[in-house]
């Protein structure tokens, strides 16, 4: 079974401190992708990273990275010294390959805010 | 480039009463989608499109939800009749093409209440 699992439902932080976003996938493909979502109040979820199962470099983008381990099927989200616009509900998301759909799983969801 | 439009932003029906949402995804995507998410969770997709035809419904409850996507363009997403479980924001998405991990684009939702 396909599964995403974001254990942190909330989480506060005050502005510069670094915060990381946990998520746990499960999947039995060897061909698969992880996303990562950032959903403003606005509500439309906008793209941030995707990974493919095989290429496991960590990745660093202005103050976000990402860890992607396999061998703890995790793919965890890191923002340093995070801002207030920073605040946001963060959906970590798998895709399988070689299927019929193209659908993305999420996970429930991380609320992160920061306070000034 | 125009983003994925959605309307209405928001809905307020009575339950058994029917509800149409339209989508206009990004020009020149193939593929669009449907998601339900519903509060607190993660969306939940309802059926995905590739041009005009459909390539996965099997999460749509289709004894009162109904689809379509003329022309391989536009998409309306109809339920009827609603029920109180079907209070969520309704998302549409769309991507350039098919394949695993290919990147969608979504529109800002359909927040519907069904008291």
């Known amino acids: 079974a396909q599964k995403v699992t974001q254990a942190q439902t909330e989480i506060s932080v005050v502005e510069k401190e670094d915060v990381t976003l946990d998520c746990v996938y499960e999947?039995?493909?060897?061909?698969?992708?992880l996303f990562w979502y950032k959903q403003p109040p606005s509500g439309e979820l906008v793209f941030l990273i995707r990974?493919?199962?095989?290429?496991?470099q960590n990745e660093i983008s202005g103050r976000y990275s990402w860890n992607f381990q396999k061998s703890t099927s995790s793919f965890n989200f890191t923002i340093t010294a995070s801002q207030v616009v920073d605040s946001a509900v963060y959906f970590c998301?798998?895709?399988?390959?070689?299927?019929?759909?193209?659908?993305?799983?999420f996970g429930t969801g991380t609320r992160l805010q920061v306070f000034p | 480039e125009a983003g994925v439009a959605q309307s209405p932003r928001y809905k307020i029906i009575e339950k058994r009463q029917s509800v149409a949402f339209w989508c206009n995804p990004i020009?020149?995507?193939?593929?669009l989608y449907w998601y339900q998410q519903i509060l607190g969770q993660g969306p939940k997709l309802l059926i995905q499109?590739?041009?005009?035809?459909?390539?996965?419904d099997s999460q749509l409850p289709k004894d009162r939800f109904s689809a379509e996507r003329l022309k391989g363009v536009d998409s309306t997403l109809k339920i009827q009749p609603a029920k109180l479980e079907d209070s969520a924001v309704y998302l549409c998405?769309?991507?350039?093409?098919?394949?695993?991990?290919?990147?969608?684009?979504f529109g800002q939702g359909t927040r519907l209440t069904v008291v």
């Open positions: 999947t039995r493909d060897t061909t698969y992708y």
């Open positions: 499109f590739q041009n005009n035809g459909v390539v996965d």
């Open positions: 990974r493919n199962s095989f290429d496991e």
């Open positions: 020009s020149g995507h193939a593929t």
């Open positions: 998301a798998l895709s399988e390959g070689g299927r019929n759909t193209d659908k993305l799983i």
């Open positions: 998405a769309s991507s350039l093409d098919r394949g695993g991990g290919t990147e969608a684009f």
